[in-house]
């Protein structure tokens, strides 16, 4: 660091841009080796990145402090780096359009989207702002070629709500600074409140005059100082967030709460140094207090909406133990997950977490994949099986051979799909969010009003009845109703294993009048299993099924595969294999010839037989052995073991089930008929069921359709709402609007009953928040509520939206 000044080098302020760092600053960047201090989380978030990208030497040879923003830059020179980082590939649409997401702190209100979404709006370029309130992120779309991530980044600092690309570990950082600071204002306006009731509740017992004036004087004097602490830093979010709307010429829930704690506090200082009139400390310290509860409780409900989110990104390792020289030597260099290429090999302890997805090179082991799927029993892998990226190793250390690289794993897509699971609104939340806004404005014109009306009518009560109105109603609960139970919902389901890619997916699940099928792949589990074993002679069933599991041990044929699965216990050894392309294989086990496959085939080892003739999508695989005819293995695509459980859910449900399957009539009628399913379709090519799933929503329904592989595409993004299965193809999921993650039918029967609970809870926030404002604001007007009682009402109206709202994060969890 010789470069630097020694000024600088002995500077004991920010390391970024010089500033003073106020006392118990958390922020710091390991630049060098060193912890060098920071004096706000921007300057933090502009030497990580510099480091990040490989730019130190910035710091090395610079001669100066950076620019800040009172020296007449918006923001820092360096954020400019964030452009470059926001424009590599991953990030951009085909249609040549960036997108990001970014972590938003300082939000204090529902009603503060609003406010971000107008103001990005306004920005030339920017193509889509979503504010989820829930998880505290902000989806971002723009034109390159009008607008930069830093021009975003700065319109967000100028309204109050510094914005940062959306890292997990400074995320999570973030909530807990914020917690702290929440609970430190927290604590001091408890305190504050508790001290003022001391005094206050003389004065509200003395109703005969035995409180002598000067007493009173003191008691009121007293109660100003210890409301000061609670006015000057708890109130801070809500003063800061009022200021920052108003210089934006909007309105947030925190101008009118601003407002009156402002209007009651000057009303009661004004009060105590004329020494006469009402004072209001105890109101305004209670209020503070209260609505501090509904923050906190607030801000709790958002770091548990992002928790599973949270763990899948938390999930993908930054680094990997690389094998160069395998096989020749084992010895290993730790690199980053990123560097990662097809080919390489990697070793994977035991607990770790695999890098990329790769294929298991030697030995067996067994790995968790409760992460990926919510599935929890541990799954044995043997060398050549498939090991998706973002699973645990459960079992013993492992070599892998790496088939795609990090970024493009099985976890790190998972984790692309889930983040833009946030980037839209259902149509009640942009509802309700347009509402919100309107009613503080007419809150305010409101509150005008009846300071006016009682100036008139009763002058000595005009003053604490218009703080009333302004504290008593509670936009905020309108604004949560909403974003809060949905939010809760899609968590809960994440960890059953439901990921939720559209935000109309719950919305319009319980709205839904018509389930619609596919078949193979979906009711079917999409690879045949053994159906029955028609035994000749007196052979024994099990010694039937080991012979053919012997010949077929090193078959990957699925009709092989399902005989190897079908066979238990200890199978014999079997050599001389021979295969016969599209006839079977031969072989001998014990020292006896057999053979396995076609009829014709096996008759020329067997001699001569009447096959019966076959039965629709069943297939025949004969077992012979020299002048002996030993078995017939019936295999045939089989049906899911909780198919018929969900089809029952939702014929209860009272919606109507079909099927609508590519197969034979017959085929598509027998599964059909074995899971209760009155309306089956067969023969259908994918313009057919298209066309199908049309006349159904021209007629009115609402379908809901679920899917699994290429020829499904069509029908699923036509469908009012789609369910792809985790294991299909991922053009299917990428057009459906929500993915199974766990393969298992039963996750789609929670979904919608989850979807059914989640619709409830939000028909009963919006309700209660409705009803109370209509209760509460004619009667603050009328003079019936006090300041006190207001601010009461209207921080337990929040609470009871959020805690109504968490009860959804309660559902089962799969198995």
């Known amino acids: 660091m010789s470069a630097l000044p020694r000024e600088i080098r002995a500077h004991d302020g920010c390391f970024h841009c010089g500033l003073p760092v106020p006392a118990n600053s958390h922020w710091a960047v390991e630049i060098d080796g060193l912890s060098r201090s920071m004096c706000c989380p921007g300057c933090e978030a502009v030497a990580q990145a510099i480091v990040q990208n490989g730019m130190t030497d910035y710091y090395r040879n610079r001669t100066d402090f950076a620019v800040t923003a009172e020296q007449g830059a918006a923001l820092p020179a360096q954020l400019r780096l964030?452009?470059?980082?926001?424009?590599?590939?991953?990030?951009?649409?085909?249609?040549?359009?960036?997108?990001?997401?970014?972590?938003?702190?300082?939000?204090?209100?529902?009603?503060?989207?609003w406010l971000i979404e107008r103001r990005l709006g306004q920005l030339p370029g920017v193509m889509a702002a979503n504010m989820n309130v829930a998880t505290g992120r902000l989806f971002v779309r723009w034109d390159p070629a009008q607008c930069k991530l830093s021009g975003i980044l700065g319109a967000m600092r100028e309204i109050g709500y510094p914005a940062y690309p959306f890292d997990p570990a400074r995320h999570e950082a973030q909530l807990r600074r914020s917690g702290r600071t929440l609970g430190r204002q927290l604590f001091i306006a408890g305190l504050s409140m508790m001290q003022v009731m001391m005094y206050a509740v003389p004065a509200y017992l003395a109703t005969d005059g035995t409180l002598e004036s000067d007493m009173a004087a003191l008691m009121q004097w007293a109660s100003l100082l210890l409301t000061l602490p609670a006015v000057v830093y708890s109130a801070q979010p809500f003063f800061r967030g009022a200021w920052a709307a108003l210089r934006q010429r909007a309105l947030t829930m925190d101008v009118p709460v601003a407002l009156g704690i402002g209007a009651?506090?000057?009303?009661?200082?004004?009060?105590?140094?004329?020494?006469?009139?009402?004072?209001?400390?105890?109101?305004?310290?209670?209020?503070?207090?209260?609505?501090?509860?509904?923050?906190?409780?607030?801000l709790t409900a958002r770091r548990r909406a992002a928790h599973a989110l949270e763990r899948l990104q938390h999930g993908l390792p930054d680094a990997a133990q690389k094998l160069p020289a395998y096989p020749a030597s084992r010895d290993t260099v730790t690199v980053a997950a990123a560097d990662l290429e097809p080919g390489d090999v990697i070793l994977v302890r035991p607990g770790e977490p695999v890098a990329a997805d790769a294929v298991l090179l030697e030995g067996q082991t067994s790995i968790d994949v409760s992460l990926l799927t919510g599935e929890s029993a541990p799954q044995r892998k043997l060398a050549g099986d498939a090991i998706p990226g973002g699973a645990v190793n459960a079992g013993q250390a492992a070599l892998l051979q790496v088939s795609r690289r990090a970024g493009a794993s099985t976890l790190a897509s998972l984790v692309r799909m889930a983040e833009s699971a946030g980037q839209g609104k259902p149509a009640l939340s942009q509802w309700a969010d347009r509402v919100a806004a309107w009613f503080v404005a007419g809150l305010l014109l409101l509150a005008g009003a009846v300071f006016l009306f009682w100036q008139w009518h009763d002058a000595a009560r005009a003053w604490p009845v218009a703080i009333a109105v302004l504290v008593v109603s509670c936009p905020c609960a309108l604004s949560l109703a909403t974003p809060s139970a949905l939010a809760a919902a899609t968590d809960s389901l994440l960890r059953r294993g439901v990921l939720i890619l559209?935000?109309?997916?719950?919305?319009?699940?319980?709205?839904?009048?018509?389930?619609?099928?596919?078949?193979?792949?979906?009711?079917?589990?999409?690879?045949?299993?053994?159906?029955?074993?028609?035994?000749?002679?007196?052979?024994?069933?099990?010694?039937?099924?080991?012979?053919?599991?012997?010949?077929?041990?090193?078959?990957?044929?699925?009709?092989?595969?399902a005989l190897a699965a079908a066979a238990s216990g200890k199978r014999p050894n079997a050599s001389e294999l021979m295969q016969f392309p599209g006839q079977g294989i031969a072989g001998s086990v014990d020292g006896i010839p057999y053979r396995l496959g076609r009829a014709d085939f096996v008759a020329q080892l067997s001699g001569r037989f009447l096959a019966p003739a076959g039965m629709p999508g069943v297939s025949a695989v004969w077992l012979g052995r020299e002048g002996r005819l030993l078995a017939r293995f019936d295999l045939a695509d089989g049906l899911r073991d909780d198919a018929h459980d969900v089809v029952e859910r939702f014929r209860k449900a009272g919606k109507q089930v079909m099927l609508l399957s590519g197969d034979q009539q017959a085929m598509a009628q027998e599964v059909a008929q074995k899971l209760g399913i009155a309306d089956a379709l067969g023969n259908q090519l994918p313009e057919q069921k298209l066309a199908y799933v049309q006349r159904l929503q021209h007629e009115g329904a609402v379908v809901a359709m679920v899917g699994d592989g290429i020829n499904d595409c069509a029908v699923l993004g036509a469908a009012d709402v789609s369910f792809a299965m985790g294991s299909g193809a991922a053009l299917a999921q990428s057009h459906a609007d929500a993915v199974l993650l766990t393969g298992r039918l039963e996750a789609l029967a929670d979904a919608a009953e989850s979807a059914s609970a989640a619709m409830a809870v939000v028909r009963q926030n919006l309700a209660w928040a409705m009803v109370y404002n209509m209760i509460a604001i004619p009667a603050a007007a009328a003079g019936l509520i006090s300041p006190w009682m207001s601010g009461i009402g209207m921080s337990v109206s929040s609470m009871l939206v959020i805690a109504n709202a968490l009860r959804l994060r309660g559902g089962r969890k799969g198995s």
């Open 82 to 113: 964030y452009d470059q980082a926001a424009s590599n590939d991953a990030s951009r649409n085909p249609d040549g359009m960036l997108e990001a997401t970014l972590s938003v702190d300082g939000l204090r209100c529902a009603a503060c989207v």
């Open 502 to 561: 559209r935000p109309h997916v719950l919305e319009t699940l319980h709205r839904a009048t018509h389930v619609v099928f596919d078949k193979t792949g979906t009711l079917t589990m999409g690879k045949p299993v053994l159906r029955d074993v028609c035994l000749y002679g007196d052979v024994e069933r099990e010694t039937c099924l080991h012979i053919a599991a012997a010949l077929e041990a090193c078959s990957a044929h699925p009709l092989a595969q």
């Open 264 to 298: 009651a506090f000057i009303a009661s200082v004004a009060a105590t140094m004329r020494g006469s009139g009402e004072v209001y400390y105890d109101s305004v310290t209670m209020f503070i207090f209260l609505l501090l509860c509904s923050r906190l409780l607030e």
